[in-house]
């Protein structure tokens, strides 16, 4: 499967890809149903607060990556998405904006859930894709690229179609769905920057294999995030 916008590349890029899309975090029975609108009353909202255990710190993930990248061609399109994730908007000359931080248009959608952002547990699964998130940067830089490129950013377009289908199936609003609505088109591009930030990297079997294993590390985590999300969100 491949979107508008996304590059022919390396064997052993286009490989991985195939394994990603194949992977159960990928084709996970939570999607389906999501996607089709078979959602319990209140599950948009449980959907929506432990998410968001995940999303508000999204931006200090991938800072703590660029921080043990060494080297500066490969540091860069995650800088440009850092920026991005404040709201700027480089080619547009759009400085960074407060109100599109994409923390803020997450917590705008659950507002319109209802979702009680102060008092949320998280289920164990949401706990442990959470944690794993935070320990990226222990990885090996090559590996925790790989666990941000295409274990979580490149997924980003195909996970997200079917949740944003789900809740307007179920009467949210365009403008409460910003946040999946803009990740949809904006993570083609900013996991295409992460494959030119791994691509270097992948002229040997042991970064590939590196590579491969960051992917799998966090698609596993996300299997389990999706158990989770299904058992108490889906009908």
């Not at 990740?183 to 930030?197: F, Q, R």
Request: glycine share 6%; charged share 30%; with cysteine.
């Amino acid at each position: 499967m491949t979107l508008v916008g996304e590059k022919v590349r390396s064997p052993f890029v286009e490989s991985l890809k195939k394994e990603v899309h194949a992977h159960p975090a990928m084709t996970h029975s939570f999607l389906k149903k999501f996607g089709e609108g078979k959602i319990r009353p209140e599950g948009p909202k449980i959907f929506a607060e432990q998410y968001y255990q995940y999303s508000k710190h999204f931006s200090r993930y991938l800072a703590a990556v660029i921080s043990i990248i060494p080297d500066e061609p490969a540091r860069e399109p995650l800088i440009k998405n850092l920026y991005e994730e404040y709201g700027g908007r480089a080619e547009e000359q759009k400085e960074m904006d407060l109100e599109l931080v994409h923390a803020n248009i997450f917590r705008k959608f659950c507002k319109a859930a209802g979702a009680n952002l102060e008092t949320t547990k998280p289920l164990p699964e949401t706990s442990l894709f959470v944690e794993r998130c935070f320990h990226l940067h222990e990885l090996h830089f090559v590996e925790a690229l790989g666990a941000l490129g295409p274990g979580i950013e490149y997924t980003v377009p195909f996970i997200y179609k079917p949740i944003y289908d789900g809740l307007k199936k179920k009467g949210y609003k365009e403008a409460d769905l910003l946040f999946f609505s803009a990740h949809i088109t904006l993570d083609v591009e900013h996991g295409e920057n992460i494959w030119h930030s791994i691509e270097p990297y992948t002229r040997s079997s042991e970064n590939q294999e590196r590579i491969r294993r960051g992917a799998m590390y966090m698609l596993d985590a996300r299997k389990v995030l999706w158990d989770g999300l299904e058992r108490a969100c889906c009908l």
